[in-house]
């Protein structure tokens, strides 16, 4: 692939020459029904597009497009925030400049900061030829989600990174494991055109909790887990049960609990909010079910009043990628 590209500084009319690179940043889904802050996958449909361009002139230019009025100030923007992280690491000063073609809305739980966190931690990787590993490059993101979401939280940032699932077993130091997905495993997702700014749907979040729903929510956890290694289905689904974060959050969310019933009735093998929402995503065995869900949430919603979008993908084995 040639990425060579000549432009012309309107300033002077010269030719200048610039290195391009187009970058696909896919959406995730974070929490996976129980596993609050440390689970996350990525879909494989779905997702921004970047592009990244050496420029002569030094320092981060951010350019944005498409939804969500994003703040095009490199401090204000996740994209830029993790540019100027590189740069520091690398101690050097760079030109750059970092195309957002938003498709993915922000504040949708569809991972949408974090596609452009970690989209550019992988972009500027590759337009400079560096050699930072998917764990240093995750580093670089999280530090986006910390500007969105007030918390350096990794589980949208490391599948977006990584593709599949990814686990975050810990923090002090970053513990990531990469986890393939069932070769069946489908997720319907169905996102409300309201605003849910993670933040505000952190706030809401009990601080403490009873020892004995901890065990419930960890034996579901652990089951989630073990059934993703078995490719078991039936285990997937009945450890899908968030006792502890979707109880307080699914009031954000209009006519939840009636999206949820038309998910299982459907056949999925189970249904929750994705991310702090207004998502709703639900797991199916296999296409012809998860298209049946969609089915499902389209009848739930078509008549309440508010516009909503629908997908089905699989699970992403792929993060961040380079696109022709
Ligand atoms: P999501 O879960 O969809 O990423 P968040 O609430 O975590 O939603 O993040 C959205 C917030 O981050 C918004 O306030 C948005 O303005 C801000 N933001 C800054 N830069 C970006 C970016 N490049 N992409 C998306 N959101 C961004």
Redesign the pocket.
């Known amino acids: 692939m040639d990425l060579t590209k000549t432009s012309i500084d309107k300033n002077t009319n010269a030719e200048i020459m610039l290195d391009e690179i187009k970058v696909f940043a896919p959406a995730t889904v974070?929490n996976v029904g129980c596993a609050f802050d440390i689970l996350g996958f990525a879909l494989h449909n779905i997702g921004?597009e970047m592009i990244f361009r050496k420029t002569e002139k030094l320092g981060i230019t951010?350019i944005?497009k498409g939804l969500?009025?994003?703040?095009t100030e490199p401090k204000?923007?996740?994209?830029?925030?993790v540019a100027i992280e590189m740069l520091k690491d690398k101690n050097m000063q760079f030109g750059i400049e970092i195309e957002?073609n938003?498709l993915?809305?922000?504040?949708?739980?569809?991972?949408?900061?974090?596609?452009?966190?970690s989209g550019?931690a992988f972009g500027i990787n590759k337009l400079f030829g560096w050699n930072y590993n998917s764990h240093e490059l995750v580093h670089f993101a999280m530090q986006?989600?910390k500007?969105?979401?007030g918390a350096e939280h990794a589980d949208?940032v490391a599948p977006a990174i990584t593709g599949k699932f990814a686990l975050i077993r810990g923090y002090n130091p970053l513990d990531m494991i990469e986890i393939d997905a069932p070769k069946d495993l489908y997720c319907t997702i169905i996102h409300p055109q309201i605003?849910?700014?993670?933040?505000?749907?952190r706030k809401i979040l009990p601080k403490e909790i009873a020892l004995k729903n901890a065990v419930i929510q960890w034996g579901n956890v652990a089951g989630l887990i073990s059934g993703l290694y078995q490719s078991n289905y039936e285990l997937i689904g009945r450890s899908m049960k968030d006792i502890i974060i979707e109880p307080v959050r699914a009031d954000l969310i209009p006519d939840f609990y009636e999206l949820k019933n038309a998910a299982i009735q459907a056949g999925a093998l189970g249904c929750s909010i994705a991310?702090?929402g207004p998502a709703v995503f639900a797991f199916s065995k296999g296409e012809t079910i998860a298209k049946a869900v969609k089915h499902a949430f389209n009848d739930t919603y078509k008549n309440n009043g508010i516009s909503y979008h629908l997908f089905v993908s699989k699970i992403c084995d792929q993060g961040a990628r380079l696109m022709d």
């Open positions: 974070a921004d951010i944005s969500g009025n994003l703040p204000k923007n996740v994209a830029g925030v957002i938003k993915i809305n922000p504040g949708s739980g569809m991972g949408s900061s974090a596609a452009s966190a550019a986006g989600e500007l969105a979401s949208n605003e849910i700014k993670t933040i505000e749907a991310g702090s």
